[in-house]
């Protein structure tokens, strides 16, 4: 099977194992089991998973690859801390033993470690980053990428010695085991967030931190930073590569040339010399013999003047060696010079003959001799036959010399030397100029390749690409390896700063906030770690001491306002007690207390004529300023009709339908209205929805008047009143109150109650009616004892005293 | 104080938990409201575990029972003895439809 595809196929299995078991820990079924047992189900199941991926890894340029690390990062991403730091130990440790039954041993330790620590790695991310909330899946797989160059770099680091074979490890396996295996952590990190997208609809996703929302904005500039620094690096190295590489090839093919050119020199300086003693000994030899005789291809001798005298060709005699550039230089020989070696290349007379020269002095001239290039090659084939043999270039780089035919004159051990068409670069050679790197296929080996020509041959120096890039590659790996490493620590750095620096900040000024909207304003914010933090906690503390003025400037109006509506409302009151000093036939004393500055009970009382004592008490539903309205209008009301002089259950029946027009808030009141004959004692009343008076007989105590009440006044239109009457005797007393008496109410919800309040009147009955009032008013207080009030107190006693005269 | 509000072909059963007094009214108030803004028409009070009533309660029933209309009713029921004195006591006993 393609070995990327079986590669996928163990990626896919972490995928939907994670997207099973989230369904399943969320099903019916699932969600019974402790998240103790989850996490430990998890955590042996995705470690079941590395185990399996170490043993069904895949052999792919001469390493095994595998997608064991995903397993632990899926396990600790997805699900929890516990099961990713199982999964990981589990298939580290697993990865160790399992070279006894056929895991590759030279990675052992550093896949074990590797993997355990990428269980630790996703445990620590998942409890300390996500707060053990899922992540995104670009997290996930960016998380994915740095685990597995942690492995590589643990492969380096685990094999310092043998940079070489770990770095072959290293290149075989990156690409496609850092991409499996963060691509299936991405992956199972989305199907699982698309399952619950799928089963949550309608549920929007939180949003994210600041410090995840500055991690993600970091991403992006990482990468392009990365990128760029990648691939700046890249280039770099490149450019280093190339020159290095460069200079080691001209070195040595410059010293091959340095030894190409001195055995040549001295090959025909011997031959030279020869001739030279064989001249000395016979000036007559004849010259062409002599050529035949050391294969050389000319003879020439020169006289003191620079002209060529005798020559084995006799077309050179009579040549001037002034004359052409190429003969000159042998003219150095008339002077001190004992001899001279010229390098391979065209003479003089004829440009397209190649020979080599030397020149020996002889007699007042020189000799020179010289090789053609048939007898040259063929000499100095053999000459040079070691040269090349044991030069090397770099580690497994080469040295060749290659005659003007092409022919392999001298070559490293290291390679079999035939024609140089084998190389199949003959072409390049002839392509390229001297010093030149370019690129050839040598012996099937890509291999930087660079010539130099001398004496006619060329020196050749061949590189293989993978030596020449080799230290390129490691350090361009390296570098990107140790990139991603610093950039996912930043990345993890950033977060926690952020959180420390800013969110736990932030949470401390919430916190202070919520405590001033609690409505405690003498909350002081005081988070001064740093400037920004400074500024808003002034700015804070200045908008609460602002509002607190302000609210204290509101109260402090309503307040004046309240104390004027108080004083309105009680001077509305009759308040002078004895109320009518003049008049002896009754005693009549009442207090009002309001629960707050203003209320809505009231009392009244008043001679409509010299006989008749009319007296109210109400209570109007409701408190503070609309009860004080509403009890003003209607009071006034009832003490209008009252003067009407017509009965009291007309002045009611009015009243209600005047209190009910425009009554949009739906206010009312209850009230008991007694109109008192002081001639006869007869007294006429009308309650209208009000507390039952208590009435006491001369020398009885006080009961309840019974009798049916009316409905309340202002609630609904058209209710009749009736009239209802009893005679008084002088010394006969009657008490009304408002339902803040019998619904004082203590600490314990208690109320104060009829019962309550028939004892404690009985208890005072003997005093006179202001006595009595206070009397009952102390009671209550003692009763409710300082808990809070929240209704108007009211009482008032009247006691017929005489009939009138 | 709670509000328990369950509805039954069409028909709206309140019960009321606790003290009905100047600080819950105009809660019961506001939900009485809502109900008649969505149209509701009959209203079944249960009193059984209303401990007390103020004024400001009785104005929240008043302004209840003057909201429904001629096709609705409204029924109080379970009306403890302290409350029903209150609704006595006040005349609500008259204008209001109680049952036990």
């Known amino acids: 099977m393609n070995p990327i595809l079986s590669l996928v196929l163990i990626a896919v299995i972490p995928v939907c194992i994670s997207v099973l078991l989230h369904a399943f820990y969320k099903s019916q079924r699932g969600s019974k089991l402790s998240k103790k047992t989850q996490d430990i189900m998890t955590g042996i199941i995705f470690g079941l998973i590395a185990i399996c991926g170490t043993e069904f890894g895949v052999p792919l340029n001469g390493a095994v690859m595998n997608a064991r690390d995903a397993a632990p990062l899926c396990a600790g991403l997805i699900f929890s801390p516990l099961s990713g730091i199982i999964a990981g130990l589990m298939g580290g440790i697993e990865r160790w033993f399992a070279v006894y039954w056929g895991a590759g041993y030279y990675t052992r330790l550093a896949c074990s470690i590797s993997t355990c620590l990428t269980g630790f790695i996703a445990a620590i991310l998942k409890k300390e980053m996500f707060d053990g909330e899922i992540p995104g899946w670009p997290h996930a797989f960016i998380i994915g990428v740095i685990c597995e160059t942690i492995h590589m770099i643990m492969i380096f680091v685990t094999n310092m010695n043998d940079v070489k074979t770990a770095f072959g490890f290293v290149e075989a396996c990156t690409i496609p085991m850092v991409s499996v295996n963060a691509l299936a952590v991405g992956v199972a990190v989305l199907a699982v967030s698309l399952y619950d997208y799928s089963t949550n609809k309608g549920e929007t996703a939180e949003k994210p931190s600041i410090a995840m929302q500055v991690q993600r904005n970091l991403v992006i500039v990482i990468i392009i930073g990365f990128i760029a620094t990648a691939s700046f690096g890249l280039l770099l190295q490149n450019q280093i590569s190339i020159r290095e590489t460069e200079d080691l090839l001209r070195l040595n093919i410059e010293d091959a040339v340095g030894d190409v050119n001195t055995q040549v020199d001295e090959a025909l300086l011997q031959v030279n010399e020869l001739v030279v003693e064989e001249l000395k000994d016979n000036p007559a030899y004849n010259l062409r013999t002599l050529c035949g005789h050391y294969n050389i291809a000319e003879i020439d001798v020169i006289d003191g003047n620079g002209i060529i005298t005798e020559s084995s060709d006799d077309l050179n005699i009579g040549f001037d060696m002034n004359s052409g550039d190429q003969a000159r230089e042998f003219l150095v020989l008339l002077g001190d010079t004992e001899n001279y070696v010229q390098d391979y290349g065209p003479i003089s007379r004829d440009s397209n003959v190649y020979r080599k020269y030397s020149g020996v002095k002889y007699k007042d001239g020189f000799v020179q001799v010289a090789y053609d290039s048939k007898e040259f090659f063929d000499e100095m084939a053999v000459k040079l036959n070691n040269v090349a043999t044991y030069r090397h270039i770099g580690e497994t780089g080469n040295l060749v010399i290659i005659d003007d035919e092409g022919k392999i004159v001298s070559y490293s051990d290291g390679m079999n030397g035939t024609k140089i068409s084998s190389f199949r670069m003959s072409s390049d050679l002839e392509d390229s100029k001297e010093y030149t790197v370019f690129v050839a296929n040598v012996d099937g080996v890509e291999s930087y390749c660079m010539y130099k020509k001398a004496q006619g041959f060329a020196i050749l120096g061949i590189l293989p690409c993978n030596e020449a890039d080799f230290s390129k590659k490691i350090s361009t790996y390296l570098n990107i390896f140790m990139e991603m490493l610093v950039f996912g620590m930043l990345l993890v750095a950033i977060y926690f700063l952020m959180k420390m620096l800013v969110v736990s900040d932030i949470r401390r000024v919430n916190g202070l906030l919520a405590r001033i909207t609690g409505g405690d304003l003498d909350t002081v914010v005081n988070v001064r770690t740093n400037k920004e933090f400074i500024s808003l906690s002034n700015g804070i503390n200045t908008t609460v001491d602002k509002l607190k003025d302000l609210i204290a400037e509101a109260n402090e109006r309503i307040d004046s306002e309240l104390r004027y509506a108080k004083e309105i409302q009680s001077s509305a009151l009759p308040s002078v007690f004895p109320a009518f000093p003049d008049r002896n036939e009754f005693d009549i004393y009442a207090l009002m207390v309001p629960a707050r500055e203003v209320g809505g009970d009231f009392y009244d009382f008043y001679l409509i004529d010299k006989d008749t004592l009319v007296f109210t008490v109400a209570d109007v539903s409701g408190k503070g300023i609309p009860a004080a309205l509403f009890m003003m209008r209607s009071k006034t009301i009832l003490k209008t009709y009252a003067e009407n002089n017509i009965s009291v259950a007309d002045i009611f029946t009015n009243a209600n339908y005047n209190l009910c027009e425009g009554n949009d808030a739906g206010m009312f009141l209850t009230a008991w209205m007694g109109f008192l004959d002081l001639k006869t004692g007869e007294l006429k009343y009308a309650n209208a929805g009000h507390n039952r008076p208590l009435l006491r007989r001369k020398d009885g105590s006080f009961e309840f008047l019974s009798g049916p009440p009316g409905f309340i006044l202002g609630g609904m239109e058209g209710i009749v009143y009736k009239e209802q009457s009893l005679m008084l005797e002088p010394g006969d007393e009657i008490f009304l109150y408002t339902d803040g008496v019998v619904e004082a109410t203590d600490a314990n919800k208690d109320l104060y109650g009829d019962d309550r309040l028939v004892e404690c009147i009985n208890a005072h009955k003997d005093e006179d009616v202001m006595q009595m009032c206070q009397s009952i008013y102390d009671d209550i207080e003692i009763f409710y004892n300082g808990a809070p009030q929240f209704d108007d107190i009211t009482e008032m006693a009247v006691k017929f005293m005489r009939y009138k005269q | ?100």
């Open chain 2, 1 to 100: 104080m709670d509000i328990i509000k369950t509805e039954n072909e069409g028909k709206v059963k309140v019960t009321l938990v606790g003290r009905l007094d100047t600080t819950t009214a105009p809660e019961l108030e506001t939900e009485l409201k809502a109900l008649f803004d969505e149209g509701k028409k009959e209203l079944d009070f249960d009193f059984d575990q209303l401990e007390y009533i103020s004024s400001a309660g009785l104005r929240v029933l008043l302004f209840a029972q003057k909201s429904i209309t001629p096709d609705g009713a409204m029924v109080i029921r379970n009306v403890k003895p302290e409350i029903m004195e209150v609704f006595e006591i006040t005349g609500f006993s008259d204008i209001l439809t109680i049952e036990q």
